[in-house]
């Protein structure tokens, strides 16, 4: 089963094929809806599997992804579960995200991915954070660990991410602007006087 598990929300699917390709190309498998689903497949129960199933689930956060009640769930399932959840930003939103999400991401960083080369072919410093987050709890496949890709494929990085090494338990994370309004949670707790399709339905 998929060790990975893609929440998103379908107004940002072409974004999340390409990141479904490029983690599958470094050994990790991945539950996206478009992938795993067919017709007749009954929706929620095949979602529920694949929170399940996975070991980390990587929710790719928008303004529309906050407000789909189908992403609500996936969210709520996967913290009610304890599946890590690791959390990307792909467009301006308040952090943590108002409603019901709130209580899962508090306490989460998220990896800002918000410039849209990142989403076009993710490649970069973004997409390492990434992988070192996913590394963590998933095991790359022994087949794709060993075989190295092209550059054209995936920005000339080798599969052996995450292959031997233990990746480190603690990342540096990027610190907004002074003036942003979407800051993190972590420097929201530094300035204390300052105050992740599966979607398939919108």
């Known amino acids: 089963n998929p060790e990975v598990f893609l929440s998103y929300q379908w107004g940002h699917q072409p974004q999340v094929k390409a990141l479904y390709s490029q983690l599958t190309s470094q050994g990790f498998p991945c539950w996206m809806d478009i992938q795993q689903m ?3 497949d009954a929706l929620y129960g095949k979602i529920d599997k694949g929170i399940r199933s996975a070991k980390v689930v990587v929710s790719c ?9 189908n992403c609500r769930r996936e969210v709520s399932l996967a913290d009610a579960l304890r599946k890590p ?24 960083l998220y990896i800002d991915c ?8 993710w490649k970069g410093g973004k997409f390492e954070e990434l992988m070192q987050q996913v590394s963590r709890y998933a095991t790359p496949n022994p087949s794709s660990q060993d075989a190295p890709t092209s ?8 599969a052996t991410v995450g292959k ?3 990746p480190k338990e603690s990342m540096s994370h990027p610190k ?3 003036g942003d309004a ?7 707790a530094v300035k204390q006087k300052e105050p992740s399709k599966a979607c398939s339905i919108l």
């Open 182 to 188: 979407w800051r993190s949670i972590a420097d929201k």
């Open 85 to 108: 959840i690791v959390p990307l930003l792909l467009e301006d939103t308040s952090w943590p995200p108002e409603g019901p999400m709130s209580m899962a991401f508090t306490e989460l």
């Open 61 to 69: 956060v928008t303004p529309k992804y906050t407000l789909s009640a």
């Open 38 to 40: 067919g017709g007749g």
């Open 151 to 158: 550059a054209a494929g995936n920005g000339g990085m080798k």
């Open 114 to 121: 918000r410039d849209d080369q990142t989403q076009a072919n």
């Open 176 to 178: 907004p602007t002074d």
């Open 164 to 166: 031997a090494e233990k």
